[in-house]
């Protein structure tokens, strides 16, 4: 067993797939579901999977489900629709659209432009003991919501918005802002250039930074390295992590965390 250690990977540098009708980057995943793997391809423990997909225009993923997983796709570019079960809503940059396990979803690109997005998925807590999704755990909506909807708060050293966190994490929050079963966390953050966090560390849960515009410098254990638009940088637990805007412009990056 390899030691849990981190790992910054960029999209552009894995091999592309068809992935449900978009070419599809698989940029990380969970070692034990996925066997055979590198620690470097699957690092993760908590969060099942991170797959960067650029969706053609006409093109639609085929509609489907699946008994014990759910996902958080999130719209980086470009506009287009979704299916969750037997309705579609719109979709554009900066949405996050919650989809439940056993729910039907699809995402089709009825612009002119790819749509880019992530693939967030993971296996919802009650899975262990019901994997084939055979259990009646209350509402299953969907969710779309879009970063700007939530007040913003300052988070170490940049302004972060809260855009979807667990269920059982978060009793006091509605539906909307906290449905997830699998993961702990989704959140947004901007921050300009010359500031930078503390370094810190978290205990019991993981984290990646997936960094949507601009560049900077991630401090991970003991070294620092350049990190820019496109990497996932994964933070196991008890792992010194600091994220520093050496530029000028501001630096987006979603932080997603999973208790493990
Ligand atoms: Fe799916």
Redesign the pocket.
Known sequence: MDTPRPVIRNWRDQDPANSHGAVGWKVMMQLGTNPGRTYEEAPLLGIHGITYRLLQPTKAEPP?S?PAKE?VYYIVSGTGTVQLGEERFPVKEGDAVYMPAQGV?SIINDSDDFLEHYVISAIPHWAEEHPDGDLDRGRTDPVIRNWRAGPPHMSHGAVGWSIMAEKAGFPNRTYEQAPLEGFHGFTMHMMPGGQEEGPHEHVGKEQVYVFTHGRGKMLLGDKTYDVREGDCAYIPQKTQHAFINDGDDWCQHLILSALV
């Open positions: 489907h699946h996902h979803h």
